[in-house]
């Protein structure tokens, strides 16, 4: 499950939602809004139907002569195990999507963001047919359609007893679309930078000002990015090379923040924990602060700390970006 870098998500409801992986770290997801989760339920629901009858066609077909009690038997258990079975093997075997849910591109994951498994499908399966859509709901689907409304994450009964939830896999075109691309010569000094430091309101004002920029006039284009480098400076080590434009700066280190988010859900979503950066791919090691024009030489900055004037003019020697005061 790949998701924007730290790009808000609104919720069934329209509010922000987010759940937190075993590492303790928060992550923002589109739940799944009612009328999607109807349409894919509308789905699946038509191809249970024409499975059962597909099935009970045949066994009407080959015993004819069969014992009606037995007959009533083996129909009852046929239609429990379709209902039941159904969403229960392609939710196990697919890890959270039946053909309803791919159709509308959504999944099931468990409520720290992780992929479902069988005891999660299984609880979804058997609260579905009983509670929600079944039995007890006269197969009107009130039960579900009512909780569902009423939930915050947009979870019916099977979802509260399994810890699961339904998000949206095919988001509207956030996180880096939009952003200028990364200037690959910047890719290998990138990789070695330590992010860590690096607040997530800094990130989404770096970000939401590099889609704006073309929009902005020429300059309070250039005083916003000299500005927000110079605080993106403050917490990222080790400093850029000399003569880094401020906007190529802000795109690599936002390019390279995105890569490292992908790679640890990636992991995540493949071995069901957080496995950290995967091999093969460049792992940050932390680096020590050289004295250089792109970060306050005087200790740690605010966010609204202007730079100094002996900054400005070390910058402006180097060739780089040289943030006004």
Avoid: N
């Amino acid at each position: 499950m790949i998701l924007p870098d730290r790009a808000p998500a609104v919720g069934h409801d329209g509010r922000v939602e987010s759940v937190v992986i075993g590492e303790a770290v928060e992550l923002d997801v589109r739940t799944a809004r009612l009328p999607s989760r109807s349409l894919s339920f509308a789905l699946d629901a038509l191809l249970m139907v024409l499975l059962l009858l597909a099935v009970l066609l045949v066994m009407a077909t080959v015993g004819d002569d069969a014992d009606p009690a037995l007959a009533a038997a083996v129909g009852l258990t046929t239609t429990v195990g379709v209902f039941v079975g159904y969403p229960l093997l392609w939710e196990t075997l697919t890890r959270g999507r039946s053909p309803g849910k791919y159709a509308m591109g959504l999944r099931v994951v468990r409520g720290d963001g992780g992929p479902i498994v069988f005891r999660h499908a299984l609880a979804r399966a058997l609260a579905g047919f009983i509670i929600d859509f079944g039995l007890l709901s006269l197969f009107t689907g009130f039960f579900a359609v009512v909780v569902s409304a009423s939930s915050a994450r947009g979870q019916r009964i099977g979802d509260l007893l399994a810890g699961t939830v339904v998000v949206r896999e095919r988001v509207p075109r956030t996180g880096l679309e939009g952003l200028p691309p990364a200037d690959p010569a910047l890719a290998t000094w990138a990789a070695g930078c330590e992010l860590a430091r690096l607040p997530d309101d800094l990130a989404l004002a770096a970000r939401q000002f590099l889609v704006r920029a073309p929009q902005l006039a020429r300059a309070v284009r250039v005083s916003l990015a000299d500005r927000l480098a110079a605080d993106v400076a403050a917490r990222v080590a080790p400093s850029p090379p000399a003569g880094v434009p401020a906007e190529a700066y802000l795109a690599a280190v936002l390019g390279e923040r995105h890569r490292r988010e992908v790679a640890r859900l990636t992991a995540t979503s493949a071995w069901g924990s957080a496995a950290g950066v995967p091999a093969g791919l460049p792992a940050p090691t932390p680096a020590p602060t050289p004295a250089s024009p792109f970060a306050p030489r005087h200790g740690p900055a605010r966010p609204d700390d202007p730079l100094r004037s002996d900054d400005r003019d070390a910058a402006s020697s180097a060739g780089g970006f040289a943030p006004p005061g």
